[in-house]
């Protein structure tokens, strides 16, 4: 049985690309927690999409054995968090399980927008913040500026920064005392009723739904019959593992521990992220405070190409709820795609993410609509709604206005770049609320219209800024603005798919772009098809994807130009017959296109 006060609960948390898991392979190294065999570039990160784009999607946990200056054996158990600001939820959560955090930060960047964002998390829950200057290797790497920068912004001592190069190895030593002598032990009360927060949980086709769990006050035991507060269920477990860094079964978690619960759950709608578990019987302690709902952000339409898929996604989404509960959906029908999801992420790379695991872990073919934002309609006597997509818009006489979601923006970026950025924000309707010198680095923070951000306003950041350049954002409120529906029609048909809400003034070019980028992916067909932008009954912007034409006349050798003229017309009923009956089919790249509007 492991002592409370030799056990150490902590995650690291950066901005992106800082060298957060980088520092969790040389943690594992120095504890000898993975043999040379095992050892593997970014060894928590396990999932294939994660080591391609060379990003951390999952909060990952992994427990550490170490025997310290003072000749005792501590637990260690570390959380690797996601640095993009999509992430951030998982960030959240994982600090709930801990009682410190390291704050990488970058010795050449310097302190950048999540660095900050996940700083503030870290202290409003309470937890022990060791400042790290991770890249001292580099030649461009200024440790001591940095650390007067995290003392000038995020108010942390300079003198408390330790000095770290995770790529080569160099301060792990004195990173792991550190560890032990600043993190505070765990506080919980072996000695009574227990409960355990449920922080992540995933699921698994051989044993059902696995919880990762904090043991808060008391002890879970193979064989114990639990309760899960949030519905009352109740079931016997069946396992308790450790990570370390491999699953290991273990009899008992005592209060303090992070590890695995196994309970024979198989219906996912049991298992609640946030959740409290506790013995079952009369008398259930208090729940734990859970987490935050997520609130998604962000809104598009995922459909089967095959109809007979359908409930093949509606099974992988309930799969993947359970993974990550910031993913939020219901079933829509569209008149263009037919049966799908109505899917609610926090941002346009989650959006993305989950897309791609949906098609390789699922190994399903899905179209993605444009995406949108929730938006409140005001109806003139007052009463006011949310809609996630402009489908469910009412028409135009019959709302009074129409509200967007608001954020306020951090952006940081060396002050040779400020202008472009200054300009990129103007051009998204964006309203300055204030700008903040640190050294040769600026912070200016903006007010913008969430729709004008989710879709590329980071890649455009980060083209600006040459790759400086960071950004970060929160939710602030609903605010009136001049918004239209703009309705894409096909041949006169309207295609619900790739309806947008722009602002008025930008309607005409959104339209012009859009009509032209879909003639590039629709196919020429045998009649000719009319593509529209439209607001209401005006047009805005046309187009036409001209007809393929077979040349009927080509037999006629010389002769009367009536038999000729005869050809034609009869050529051109067979097409006016055509276009009647006929159906355009609108291949995927065609809804990527309006995805993908340039700002020119």
């Not at 950025?421 to 204030?434: E, F, I, N, P, S």
């Amino acid at each position: 049985m492991t002592d409370p006060s030799r056990i150490r609960n902590f995650c690291i948390v950066a901005h992106i690309d800082h060298g957060k898991s980088t520092l969790a392979d040389r943690l594992l190294d120095a504890t000898q927690s993975i043999s040379k065999r095992e050892k593997r570039a970014q060894f928590l990160d396990n999932m294939d999409l994660e080591r391609e784009r060379g990003i951390t999607i999952k909060a990952q946990t992994v427990r550490m054995s170490y025997v310290a200056s003072d000749g005792e054996r501590y637990i260690l158990n570390l959380i690797d968090t996601p640095g993009h600001v999509d992430f951030s939820y998982e960030v959240s959560r994982a600090l709930h399980a801990c009682e410190g955090a390291i704050l990488v930060v970058d010795a050449a960047q310097g302190i950048e927008a999540q660095t900050l964002a996940n700083a503030y998390l870290a202290v409003d829950a309470g937890l022990e913040i060791i400042p790290i200057v991770n890249k001292i290797d580099l030649p461009s790497a200024d440790p001591d500026r940095v650390a007067v920068e995290i003392e000038d912004v995020i108010g942390l001592d300079a003198a408390d920064v330790l000095s770290v190069s995770a790529k080569e190895g160099d301060g792990i030593p004195e990173l792991l005392e550190a560890i032990i002598g600043r993190i505070p032990p765990p506080k919980g009360d072996r000695e009574a009723p227990t409960r355990a927060l449920v922080f992540d949980a995933w699921f698994d086709s051989y044993v059902g739904a696995a919880m990762l769990v904090r043991v808060v006050d008391g002890s879970l035991t193979r064989g114990a019959r639990i309760c899960m507060m949030a519905h009352g269920t109740e079931r016997d477990i069946q396992e308790l593992h450790v990570v370390d860094p491999f699953p290991r079964k273990v009899e008992a978690l005592r209060a303090g521990e992070v590890g695995v619960v196994i309970a024979g759950v198989k219906t996912l709608a049991e298992v609640f992220v946030g959740d409290t578990l506790c013995l079952a019987g009369k008398n259930l302690p208090e729940r734990l405070p859970g987490f935050l709902e997520a609130k998604p952000m962000v809104f598009t339409g995922l459909y089967p190409v095959s109809s007979e898929d359908f409930e093949a996604l509606k099974t992988a989404l309930v799969k993947l709820k359970l993974n990550d509960s910031s993913l939020s959906y219901e079933p829509e029908t569209s008149a263009a795609l037919g049966f799908g999801f109505r899917c609610g992420f926090l941002g346009f790379l989650h959006s993305e993410i989950i897309q791609e695991r949906l098609e390789r872990e699922y190994d399903l073919d899905l179209i993605t609509t444009a995406p949108t934002v929730r938006y409140r309609v005001v109806m003139p006597g007052g009463e006011a709604f949310e809609i996630e997509s402009p489908a469910s818009l009412p028409s135009a006489g019959e709302y009074d206005h129409i509200e967007e979601p608001m954020i306020l923006a951090t952006i940081h970026t060396p002050d040779d770049y400020l202008g472009p950025v200054l300009a990129l924000c103007q051009d998204r309707h964006g309203t300055q609320r204030d700008m903040m010198h640190h050294g040769s680095r600026v912070q200016v923070r903006y007010e913008l219209p969430l729709a004008e951000v989710v879709l590329d306003f980071h890649d455009r950041i980060k083209s600006v800024t040459r790759g400086y350049g960071s950004f970060d954002y929160e939710f602030i409120d609903y605010r009136r603005a001049d918004l239209v529906k703009l309705d894409v029609l096909v041949n006169g048909e309207s295609i619900d798919a790739l309806s947008l809400i722009v602002h008025r003034e930008k309607a005409h070019g959104h339209g012009t772009i859009l009509v032209r980028k879909l003639k590039e992916f629709i196919p020429r067909q045998m009649y000719e098809v009319v593509l529209q932008a439209a607001i209401g009954a005006r047009v805005v912007a046309r187009t036409t994807v001209k007809a393929l034409r077979k040349n009927v006349t080509a037999k006629c050798y010389g002769g009367d130009i009536s038999r000729k003229r005869k050809l034609l017309e009869k050529q051109k009923a067979g097409k006016r017959r055509m276009k009647k009956v006929g159906s355009v089919e609108i291949p995927q790249e065609a809804f990527l296109a309006a995805l993908k509007l340039d700002d020119s």
